[in-house]
């Protein structure tokens, strides 16, 4: 049985956790705020699983704990930043590009920020939520480490490369969120946790055979999304991500989990567009309503009784473990208190 942990308690002992291991406070606060969007929408391959990885690679020395990104064309009068994250942790370099490239998108209507050098941010849509509640549209996307064939191929290379589009509605956003393989390899890594097989269509052992058992799906490839259509996706994010921002791209990309020598030195891109500055904002939530319901009022199949817009379930189970606390599989729970023990962090469920 999982343990359940009120969302509060679990933040306060990441941010302790991230302290302790070197970070500054401000940046142990965004890991954090990070890892515990993930957990409160249960994306789980997002979540605290990760923390334990994440520690030990800061132990290993593999991240600079500075925190301190360069923004290298600030000074120019254009909308695009590109900015070196400084081998800092992906959060870190994220979320801090967020602010410029929103100053951008005010003053140009649309602006891009392109950031290299850096390493896994977790969910992107935790930074397309900080982008719409400031009235801007959100693409974001990032390079990973080889975790797919090219199609027809059956050596990985390329990653999972997610995309993530976030846009206002109201008081509440839109987003969508996906990786371009059939699941984010974090999936794999959590039903590893917790010892469990996964579905046949998730990924491909090392001989090229369908696997429902995750260690053997780790040592393959994963199925890209929609066959030849999310490999092409998962490439051109590699070009984008990786070969723009001046970071590793395809099977150069470093692993998080096993290439435990060096960062992994991969690439975001974010981009924001000012609705402002094609509607008034006024108008623009009426339509935005005025399409969703009409998307909602559609016939719905026999087997359906809701139509949800991307990012609804999400929402709908934050509030649920706002309310009743945050399910952590066992291994990772064990993992994590071990790591606060190390600590000397006292922590009461």
């Known amino acids: 049985m999982p343990k359940i942990i009120d969302a509060d308690k679990l933040k306060k002992l990441e941010i302790e956790i991230f302290k302790k291991t070197g970070f500054k406070e401000q940046d142990a606060k965004i890991i954090a705020e990070s890892l515990i969007?993930?957990?409160?929408?249960?994306?789980?391959?997002?979540?605290?699983?990760?923390?334990?990885?994440?520690?030990?690679?800061?132990k290993l020395?593999?991240?600079?704990?500075?925190?301190?990104?360069?923004?290298?064309?600030?000074?120019?009068?254009?909308?695009?930043?590109?900015?070196?994250?400084?081998?800092?942790?992906?959060?870190?370099?994220a979320y801090k590009s967020v602010e410029p490239l929103l100053n951008k998108a005010k003053k140009s209507g649309i602006a891009a920020a392109f950031i290299g050098r850096t390493n896994h941010c977790g969910s992107l849509g935790f930074y397309g939520n900080i982008v719409a509640d400031n009235g801007c549209i959100f693409i974001g996307m990032t390079n990973a480490p080889a975790s797919m064939a090219p199609w027809g191929g059956k050596v990985k290379f390329v990653g999972t490369n997610p995309l993530c589009i976030t846009i206002p509605y109201n008081d509440q956003v839109i987003n969508l969120d996906m990786a371009t393989s059939t699941v984010a390899k974090g999936k794999i890594y959590v039903e590893l946790s917790k010892g469990n097989k996964i579905p046949d269509n998730w990924a491909l052992n090392a001989d090229g055979k369908p696997t429902t058992d995750p260690k053997e799906a780790l040592k393959g490839t994963l199925y890209p999304l929609?066959?030849?259509k999310g490999f092409g996706l998962a490439m051109l994010i590699d070009i984008i991500a990786g070969l723009l921002t001046g970071s590793s791209w395809g099977p150069d990309v470093g692993s998080l989990h096993n290439a435990l020598d060096r960062g992994q030195d991969l690439g975001i891109v974010f981009i924001a567009i000012n609705i402002s500055e094609l509607m008034p904002i006024n108008e623009y939530n009426e339509k935005i309503t005025r399409y969703i319901e009409k998307m909602k009022s559609v016939p719905k199949s026999d087997d359906n009784n809701e139509i949800m817009f991307p990012g609804e379930p999400e929402l709908r189970r934050i509030e649920e473990r706002l309310k009743n606390g945050v399910p952590i599989n066992d291994q990772t729970y064990e993992e994590v208190i071990k790591i606060a023990k190390e600590y000397d962090i006292d922590f009461e469920e």
Do not use: F, W
């Not at 969007?37 to 923390?51: A, C, V």
């Open 226 to 228: 929609g066959g030849y």
């Open 37 to 58: 969007y993930s957990d409160l929408r249960g994306i789980e391959s997002h979540g605290i699983s990760n923390l334990p990885i994440y520690v030990k690679r800061a």
């Open 61 to 93: 020395g593999l991240y600079n704990l500075s925190g301190d990104i360069n923004v290298l064309n600030l000074d120019k009068d254009i909308p695009l930043l590109l900015i070196d994250g400084n081998n800092t942790m992906g959060q870190i370099a």
